[in-house]
């Protein structure tokens, strides 16, 4: 399994929003949204070959219970079974990030899923073609949702995704309000907060969550933060 990165830092969206957490990213991506801020997991996919053991045992050199596998999309790789089983036998919350597209039978605490909207295609061709093709899978999100806790966390970059959201929900309709939670597209303060001005709102009138990107306002749009 490609690994670009494992860090630990402070997690800035979704539910676990706060907790300091490790992250491990996997090189490699399905999809390559033309927003993506991890180019070097997704369109240059970069990293280092590390074995379950040998990334288990770099997870282990932070003093952090909790665990975020993400990419990329960590979903690619059949490694990610025996490297959360290992993590949870040795006592990590784990919590995967998926775009929902691909399924395994893994171990997972939180299954922090983000659908991509049909805004998200990048502008090759080749690889436009690819995401509209890819970017939903019914069957699969059906089933993450129904066999992990969850959260659905929504890449929203212009009022006219919020629409598609709503018909989204509407194929699943036991989906709480609560677990929706709606993200503004941007790596500069200034752009999220000029998207926030508008998605807040909207999730307060909605019930769901307004999840703002705190790395940004942390850290700035730094790698390994």
């Not at 288990?56 to 979903?75: F, H, I, K, N, S």
């Amino acid at each position: 399994m490609k690994i670009a990165e494992i860090y630990k830092s402070v997690q800035g969206e979704g539910l676990l929003t706060g907790t300091p957490s490790v992250f491990v990213r996997a090189s490699g991506c399905n999809l390559r949204c033309w927003f993506c801020d991890t180019p070097y997991a997704s369109w240059e996919p970069e990293g280092t070959d590390l074995s379950v053991d040998e990334t288990v045992a770099q997870v282990e050199e932070w003093d952090c219970r909790y665990v975020v596998l993400t990419g990329g999309e960590p979903m690619l790789f059949a490694e990610l079974m025996p490297l959360a089983k290992l993590l949870r036998e040795r006592g990590w919350h784990i919590t995967i990030e998926t775009a929902g597209t691909l399924y395994l039978p893994v171990v997972c605490d939180l299954m922090s899923i983000s659908p991509k909207l049909a805004g998200s295609g990048p502008s090759s061709a080749r690889w436009s073609r690819r995401h509209e093709r890819q970017r939903y899978q019914a069957d699969v999100l059906a089933a993450l949702m129904a066999e992990y806790d969850y959260q659905l966390k929504f890449v929203i970059d212009q009022p006219h995704d919020l629409p598609e959201v709503e018909h989204f929900l509407e194929a699943f309709p036991e989906v709480a309000p609560q677990r929706v939670l709606l993200m503004p597209q941007g790596v500069t303060q200034e752009e999220l907060l000029e998207r926030s001005a508008w998605l807040s709102p909207h999730c307060e009138k909605r019930g769901w969550k307004f999840c703002p990107r705190k790395q940004i306002e942390w850290f700035g749009a730094v790698r390994g933060k």
